[in-house]
T-cell receptor, first 111, second 116 residues
Framework: TQLLEQSPQFLSIQEGENLTVYCNSS?????LQWYRQEPGEGPVLLVT?????EVKKLKRLTFQFGDARKDSSLHITAAQPGDTGLYLC???????????FGTGTRLTIIP | DSGVTQTPKHLITATGQRVTLRCSPR?????VYWYQQSLDQGLQFLIQ???????AKGNILERFSAQQFPDLHSELNLSSLELGDSALYFC???????????????FGPGTRLTVL
C-alpha cells in the first residue's frame, strides 16, 4: 500500500498571498490526482497528471508532477477565500483501480 | 454537480440497527466506489464494483456489505451499527478500469450517518 504524505497539514494565509502544498511518497505512480473538498461535501476532481515533470494549470492553480513520478505540488497564486478547503492528492494502486488518498492539507484563506 | 447521486442525505439511527445507503453513478460510468470519512480517519476506501462485480476491497468491516445492480446503481448495507460507524459515507463513480483518466473519480454529495 502506497503511503501519501501531504504537507503542510494545515495552512492559513491572507487573501492575495501565494502558497504551495505538497504530496510525497517513496513509490512511483502511474498517475496522480488532486481533489478539493469543502466541508460536508464530496471531493471534487481538480486535475490528473500522468507524465513525469508534467505541469498543468487551472486558472490560478498550478499542478506539477515530479520528474520521478513520486511526488506532486500544487501552487496557488493570489489566493482567494473561495480556495478554502481540504486539498487531497490520490494515486491508483498498481494492479487495480482503487485510489489511495493522502491525509490532506486543510487550507484557509483569510479575507 | 458531479452527476453522482446519493440518498439519503442524512440518516440518524440507533446502535444495533441496519441501514442501506444508495448511490447512482454518473451516466455511462461502470465503476462505483464507496468511502467512509470520519474526522480522525480521513477518506477510507471501502469497496469497488465494476459492472456488477466486486473489483477491489479495502478496510470494509464484515458488518458492511455492498452490491451493484444491473442498472449500475449501488447500495451499501451497514448492520449491527455501532457509535463508531458515525461518519460521512461517499459514493464515487468512474468510467471504468484502467489507468490515467479511467480512474478519475466523481463523488456524490455523501450520506451523513449518525448512530446514537
Amino acid at each position: 500500500t502506497q503511503l501519501l504524505e501531504q504537507s503542510p497539514q494545515f495552512l492559513s494565509i491572507q487573501e492575495g498571498e501565494n502558497l504551495t502544498v505538497y504530496c510525497n511518497s517513496s513509490s512511483v505512480f502511474s498517475s496522480l490526482q488532486w481533489y478539493r473538498q469543502e466541508p460536508g461535501e464530496g471531493p471534487v476532481l481538480l486535475v490528473t497528471v500522468v507524465t513525469g515533470g508534467e505541469v498543468k494549470k487551472l486558472k490560478r492553480l498550478t499542478f506539477q508532477f515530479g520528474d520521478a513520478r513520486k511526488d506532486s505540488s500544487l501552487h496557488i497564486t493570489a489566493a482567494q477565500p473561495g480556495d478554502t478547503g481540504l486539498y487531497l492528492c490520490a494515486v491508483p494502486n498498481f494492479g487495480n483501480e482503487k485510489l489511495t488518498f493522502g491525509t490532506g492539507t486543510r487550507l484557509t484563506i483569510i479575507p | 454537480d458531479s452527476g453522482v447521486t446519493q440518498t439519503p442525505k442524512h440518516l440518524i439511527t440507533a446502535t444495533g440497527q441496519r441501514v442501506t445507503l444508495r448511490c447512482s453513478p454518473r451516466s455511462g460510468d461502470l465503476s462505483v466506489y464507496w468511502y467512509q470519512q470520519s474526522l480522525d480517519q480521513g477518506l477510507q476506501f471501502l469497496i469497488q464494483y465494476y459492472n456488477g462485480e466486486e473489483r477491489a476491497k479495502g478496510n470494509i468491516l464484515e458488518r458492511f456489505s455492498a452490491q451493484q445492480f444491473p442498472d449500475l446503481h449501488s447500495e451499501l448495507n451497514l448492520s449491527s451499527l455501532e457509535l463508531g460507524d458515525s461518519a460521512l459515507y461517499f459514493c464515487a463513480s468512474s468510467v471504468g478500469v484502467g489507468g490515467g483518466r479511467y480512474n478519475e473519480q466523481f463523488f456524490g454529495p455523501g450520506t451523513r450517518l449518525t448512530v446514537l
